[in-house]
């Protein structure tokens, strides 16, 4: 298990990759490797053991607690800490201060954002697509803890290069952050930019009090070996980011 360096003491952020020692075969080549996700078409218990196993992985450091949620591209986020839901939440970011308590997220292009305090006694981590970005979940996620976090990390997402969005797209980050202008360059094709979302994440991150932004240097489209990529593959399945404090 590999984690960020760089952190708290106390803190554990990592994000699964394709290859898993424990991985489960299947027949279906899109989704060979870890996958993590259920609305992908892959078998459930398939899923559900995945998930298991990596919840094993995890308690070898502390973690008693893993909580998932149904992503929908929203700017919801919630606080969960000893309760446990019989539905899974809906919604794009988790906050906890308990300790042992994995808060996951699950991507294939889109942008894993983890947040903490100094202290490392408050942790959140966040699903940002173009649309939650647009739309303020990282705001809303560091609106929802109790503390000020002054550090982040971004897992791996699709890079600039091979992101290509419409004038639209553009058009919803620099209406409201006229800043951002510098995040986007001009595609091959008129109407056209690729966006760097790391870019527009660590803006949005520093304009918020987060001053140390780590990670932000991996592409899921292209390390095909590493990572899933819904853009490479429509039919594939999904890793997960995960934090805990111990």
Same mark, same amino acid.
């Given at each position: 298990?590999?984690?960020?360096?760089?952190?708290?003491?106390?803190?554990?952020?990592?994000?699964?990759?394709?290859?898993?020692?424990?991985?489960?075969? !299947?027949?279906?080549?899109? =989704?060979?490797?870890?996958?993590?996700?259920?609305?992908?078409?892959?078998?459930?218990?398939?899923?559900?053991?995945?998930?298991?196993?990596?919840?094993?992985? =995890?308690?070898?450091?502390?973690?008693?607690?893993?909580?998932?949620?149904?992503?929908?591209?929203?700017?919801?986020?919630? !606080?969960?800490?000893?309760?446990?839901?019989?539905?899974?939440?809906?919604?794009?970011?988790?906050?906890?201060? +308990?300790?042992?308590?994995?808060?996951?997220? $699950?991507?294939?292009?889109?942008?894993?954002?983890?947040?903490?305090?100094?202290?490392?006694?408050?942790?959140?981590?966040?699903?940002?697509?173009?649309?939650?970005?647009?739309?303020?979940?990282?705001?809303?996620?560091?609106?929802? $803890?109790?503390?000020?976090? !002054?550090?982040?990390? =971004?897992?791996?997402?699709?890079?600039?290069?091979?992101?290509?969005?419409?004038?639209?797209?553009?058009?919803?980050?620099?209406?409201?952050?006229?800043?951002?202008?510098?995040?986007?360059?001009?595609?091959?094709?008129?109407?056209?930019?690729?966006?760097?979302?790391?870019?527009?994440?660590?803006?949005?991150?520093?304009?918020?009090?987060?001053?140390?932004?780590?990670?932000?240097?991996?592409?899921?489209?292209?390390?095909?070996?590493?990572?899933?990529?819904? +853009? +490479?593959?429509?039919? !594939?399945?999904? $890793?997960?980011?995960?934090?805990?404090?111990?």
């Amino acid at each position: 298990m590999e984690f960020v360096q760089g952190l708290p003491k106390g803190i554990f952020v990592g994000q699964t990759r394709i290859e898993n020692a424990q991985t489960i075969a !299947t027949s279906d080549n899109h =989704l060979a490797g870890f996958n993590l996700a259920l609305h992908v078409n892959d078998d459930a218990q398939r899923v559900q053991q995945h998930r298991m196993i990596l919840l094993n992985q =995890l308690s070898e450091f502390g973690v008693d607690k893993i909580t998932w949620m149904m992503q929908t591209h929203s700017t919801i986020c919630h !606080t969960i800490n000893e309760q446990i839901p019989f539905i899974a939440l809906e919604g794009d970011g988790l906050v906890t201060q +308990r300790q042992g308590h994995a808060l996951m997220m $699950m991507t294939a292009d889109c942008l894993p954002v983890v947040l903490g305090n100094s202290e490392g006694t408050e942790v959140a981590n966040l699903h940002a697509g173009w649309r939650g970005l647009a739309n303020g979940i990282i705001e809303n996620t560091v609106t929802e $803890m109790q503390s000020q976090p !002054t550090w982040a990390w =971004l897992g791996a997402a699709i890079s600039q290069s091979c992101f290509e969005v419409g004038a639209e797209v553009k058009a919803a980050f620099c209406e409201k952050y006229p800043e951002l202008e510098s995040a986007f360059i001009a595609g091959q094709f008129e109407g056209k930019y690729q966006a760097d979302l790391y870019a527009i994440a660590r803006f949005i991150l520093n304009r918020f009090g987060v001053g140390t932004v780590l990670g932000g240097n991996q592409c899921s489209y292209q390390q095909g070996k590493d990572y899933f990529s819904y +853009r +490479r593959d429509p039919k !594939t399945g999904r $890793m997960a980011t995960f934090v805990f404090m111990r």
